[in-house]
């Protein structure tokens, strides 16, 4: 972020001309489908649970990755997937209701593509997308995860006497094998702002590595929104407070308080009566079509009109994820042209339109949704911004993969109203 000293709103007024950004990377071999052949081997232990890269004396996982054109295994990955290790991350992912139920919604609408059929579950957890793929009929069901959960989910698949179907594959997607295409990919991979984490990546290897022609990816789509916010209270709670302590001023704590509160992005939960705008569309994902280098960075153009007089404090970003098959790839034409960054859209406003809503089953994080343990990101300004009704907002948004790590997640936000321009930038970790 930029320093704060002298400028209103804590960021500089930018009086240069907007600069110019290369966005563009050179498209990277896709990947060849099936094994590999030779190199990483694994080792079984019975019951279908087999771990991978433990032999010492064959190559290492990561310089096979980077032989491929795949994503190394780095420190940063292996905190990462530690941090899966521990039970309450899934107590809370199973026990939002509104995911969990939507995807056991999602595999029986789509039974006739897992009867019988073989199944990919990436980043399968404690298990229970793979079981549910089970029960929907599938005829084996690769469960694969590089986090020690993979040894829970283990017994899990064991216990409810399904080991002669599901197979758990200790390892990433990147790294583990397997000897058969797959008809169904099932992977529950958003992230905070839907991108954050960078898991939809080992999706799409997945995906370039197994799945048949014409086979089935659930969730099939996605959309990242963003749209202005005005969030009074909590603008108070954590900065208004120190005006009056007790009948101390300790305004002198404001600074301070406002980096610790806005310096970074927020996750939380808004509702519909927050939203200033009608919501502009970042990114728009379908998980048939998309490549690994496309996430690197995504730029978006916005301009919003205010629908009502009232303190602008910053955006909100949300997303939505459809689960559709494959022959209807272009369902949601009138959202988005799969593949463009934006919608053609009216004052950055994008209203959802689907000729009949009961085809596509949507799990959705937008603020009028039920709520869901993805809440909202919102980013923060130090100072609000006061806008009338119909007053543009307009600006640009650039969503980078960090070069430290690339599950953290940069965003540059560039953004004016009432003939003042500002700049923030912070880090997603």
């Not at 032989?67 to 107590?91: M, R, W």
């Not at 059929?117 to 469960?143: E, H, N």
């Not at 040894?151 to 758990?168: H, M, P």
Request: proline content about 5%.
């Amino acid at each position: 972020m930029y320093p704060s000293s002298g400028h209103t709103n804590g960021y500089h007024d930018q009086q240069q001309p907007e600069h110019q950004r290369v966005v563009t990377t050179t498209q990277r071999q896709r990947v060849r489908r099936g094994s590999r052949g030779g190199g990483l081997r694994s080792r079984d232990y019975g019951d279908g649970f087999r771990v991978f890269g433990e032999d010492n004396n064959i190559q290492p996982p990561s310089q096979q990755a980077e032989q491929q054109n795949l994503a190394p295994c780095t420190d940063f990955d292996k905190a990462y997937f530690h941090s899966y290790a521990h039970v309450g991350i899934h107590e809370e992912m199973i026990k939002d209701r509104v995911r969990t139920d939507t995807y056991r919604s999602a595999i029986l609408q789509h039974q006739k593509h897992i009867e019988g059929k073989v199944v990919m579950d990436v980043g399968c957890g404690t298990g229970i997308l793979a079981i549910f793929c089970a029960q929907a009929g599938a005829k084996r069901v690769y469960a694969v995860d590089a986090s020690d959960i993979a040894l829970q989910a283990n017994e899990v698949v064991k216990a409810n006497n399904l080991s002669d179907r599901i197979i758990v594959l200790h390892g990433r997607v990147e790294d583990v094998e397997i000897d058969e295409e797959v008809d169904v990919i099932v992977s529950e991979w958003m992230g905070y702002m839907l991108l954050y984490e960078s898991m939809l990546g080992s999706v799409i290897t997945a995906r370039d590595r197994w799945l048949k022609r014409g086979g089935l990816i659930l969730p099939s789509h996605a959309t990242l929104y963003m749209a202005p916010i005005t969030h009074p209270d909590r603008y108070t709670e954590s900065i208004d407070f120190w005006r009056n302590v007790y009948g101390i001023d300790m305004s002198a704590m404001l600074p301070l308080a406002k980096q610790c509160a806005f310096e970074e992005p927020s996750v939380e939960t808004i509702s519909g009566e927050n939203v200033l705008t009608w919501p502009h569309v970042v990114k728009y994902v379908d998980c048939y079509t998309l490549q690994n280098y496309e996430l690197e960075s995504v730029t978006t153009r916005f301009q919003f009109k205010s629908m009502m007089r009232a303190p602008f404090h910053g955006f909100a970003f949300w997303f939505d994820v459809e689960f559709n098959g494959p022959a209807n790839l272009n369902t949601n034409a009138q959202i988005l042209l799969p593949g463009s960054p934006n919608p053609p859209s009216l004052d950055g406003a994008v209203k959802k339109k689907r000729t009949n809503p009961n085809d596509t089953l949507i799990l959705s994080t937008a603020p009028e949704d039920p709520p869901t343990h993805w809440q909202q990101t919102l980013i923060y300004f130090y100072e609000p911004i006061e806008v009338e009704q119909d007053q543009v907002i307009e600006g640009s948004l650039v969503l980078s993969q960090s070069k430290e790590n690339r599950r953290f997640m940069n965003i540059h936000l560039e953004y004016s109203s009432g003939g003042r321009s500002f700049v923030k930038e912070s880090v997603m970790r």
